[in-house]
């Protein structure tokens, strides 16, 4: 997978509606799925955890941290009418395995102060992984903070070590330029018209949360999906 259309599909991921569930790799929260992942792990087993899955609306995709890359490398592209959200188990040659196992996926493994981490990078710290998105912010998923899908800044946790994906190609790919770190007036406009139209949510203000990163080949995709094809 190039490195611009799986920083696409995990920022798509990022502007759906999500929540954290333990071993979910993307499967929207239908009646069937909740009942079968309230009950596939202790940790959904909890009272508090099934309370949230029980709440969760049919077009609410579920993942954890290791599951939200994993699925989006398995095809997940947030098809509701999927049963893990456009998914398929074990495809593209991507096996299933923790966050501390995927690191064993990753070459040039190093820490943080041998190379700088670059854009689309696997991020990992001891039982929990993410990717990092460039501009300083990683994408994760978390039952912390927001409990679901989330942009967070990569000085926000202890990450430990960082790679690239063998299932990533990243080549080819260079920064798009930003003046002083400023988003592009398109982006923002295009963002912000998108979310008006209701095709992903915006923050709490009702700002899309990636003006300063998204790129007309991202912007176009994630229209095109939710416009849908026959």
């Not at 993942?63 to 188990?89: E, P, Q, R």
């Amino acid at each position: 997978m190039q490195v611009d259309f799986f920083i696409s599909a995990l920022k798509l991921a990022l502007s759906s509606k999500t929540l954290y569930v333990m071993g979910c790799f993307g499967a929207p929260m239908t009646e069937s799925n909740k009942e079968r992942y309230k009950n596939n792990h202790s940790y959904n087993r909890q009272a508090a955890r099934r309370a949230m899955i029980d709440a969760a609306d049919a077009d609410t995709f579920g993942f954890d941290c290791v599951n939200l890359i994993k699925g989006i490398l398995w095809g997940w592209d947030g098809d509701t009418s999927k049963t893990y959200g456009g998914a398929v188990y074990l495809s593209n040659g991507v096996p299933d395995v923790s966050a501390n196992q995927m690191l064993n996926y990753c070459s040039e493994v190093a820490d943080f102060t041998s190379r700088p981490v670059e854009r689309g990078e696997f991020v990992w710290m001891d039982g929990h992984c993410g990717i990092y998105v460039g501009d300083g912010y990683v994408i994760e998923c978390s039952p912390k903070w927001n409990n679901g899908v989330q942009m967070t800044e990569l000085s926000a946790r202890k990450w430990l070590k960082h790679g690239y994906l063998q299932f990533v190609d990243y080549s080819g790919y260079e920064d798009p330029p930003h003046k002083d770190n400023e988003p592009d007036d398109w982006a923002k406009e295009a963002c912000d018209w998108c979310v008006e139209q209701g095709f992903f949510a915006g923050d709490d203000t009702g700002d899309f949360k990636w003006h300063s990163t998204v790129t007309r080949q991202e912007l176009a995709q994630v229209i095109y999906r939710a416009f849908g094809s026959d």
